[in-house]
């Protein structure tokens, strides 16, 4: 059984119980599709200022254990310096590596390499049923036909350091998230482009917080985590909806959406400041602790679509200074929820700085 990671919105398709009826008789015959989530996709970062270079581990829910720089190891070679997103699409696994102007192409069960896509500084990727997009630090985005892994339109510039993207229906939502100077001088936008899939035109530009950096969506309605200017503007998350009103929901720095209980899993770990957990439900914007939870230096969060165990990552301490290192090894840890508390269940080593958590995931029809 081929294992895929699959971004939640197609795993909802996924999901739906499929119905055909008899022309002779109208007897009723259903197949029901079920998704099964098999291990945890781990991509490090690793540390570009120090040549540390980047990795993909794979945690496995049946063994219970994690398979580090698996990437490397079949392949014989390194992802590289700073592999900053991944993304399923069909068989297929893409990788963009933003400091080594490519996006790799893997098979999902496998994690052979079965082709390297030339893009310069490719940042977030996005699928939807035939095509991945990726933003890049360019200002183009860029349409990739996932059966052959070549590049099909590139759009016009849209933005600058254009940061994470999301496909909602016919629709790409694109984070525009700061312009640098030659002296290291941040100006940052606040906008999300809206762009059509289908020959990436620009629709319009959405005015949310300063320097929008992540994007998901639960199919119709899309959510945006700003990271403000870093002083005066603080975090936010946002919501888009269909109709491209925007909302506020809740200040955090890290987001993930679960599908199975429509919930945003949120941290806020301000420089500084105490680092906090909890949920936001997006229809009413109640927010709940999420009692339980603590990690050292929290990196990244994501949740299991079909489990719903919660994932985060994290940086570990440096002895001599006391503060995060980003060039050791970062761990991964499972937070389950019992009875409203959030217990950890699984802690494992990852490569350092692991910045982007997905699921192997298979289907079976019966």
Known sequence: MK??????????????????????????????????????LVLNEGAYYYGVDGSLDVYSYSGQAMNRGVFASVNGRSLGNTPNDMVQ???????????????????????????????????????DDAYVYASTYTGNVVKIDASTAEIVAVSAVVGDCLEEVAVAGDYLYVCNSYTMDASYNYTYHDNVVKMRTSDLSKVKDITVTLNPTEITTDGTNVYVLSMGNYSDTSSDVQKIDASDKVTSLAVATMMAYSPQDGLLYLINAPWGGQTTYFTCNPSTGVTETMTGVSVTYPFAISVDPVKGYVWISSLTINEDTGYADY????????????????????????GPCPGKIGFQTHEEIF
């Open 3 to 40: 294992k895929l990671f699959i971004q939640w919105p197609l795993l909802l398709a996924a999901l739906l119980v499929l119905g055909a009826c008899s022309d002779e008789n109208d007897d009723v015959n259903i197949s029901k599709r079920v998704t099964y989530t098999d291990g945890v």
């Open 89 to 127: 699409c069909g068989d297929r696994i893409f990788i963009s590596t933003t400091s080594e102007n490519r996006i790799e192409v893997v098979d999902a069960e496998t994690f052979a390499s079965e082709a390297v896509i030339s893009v310069t500084s490719p940042r977030g990727l996005a699928a």
């Open 327 to 350: 060039t050791a090894d970062g761990y991964l840890a499972c937070f389950r929820n019992y009875s409203g508390t959030f217990k950890e269940t699984t802690h494992v080593t990852t």
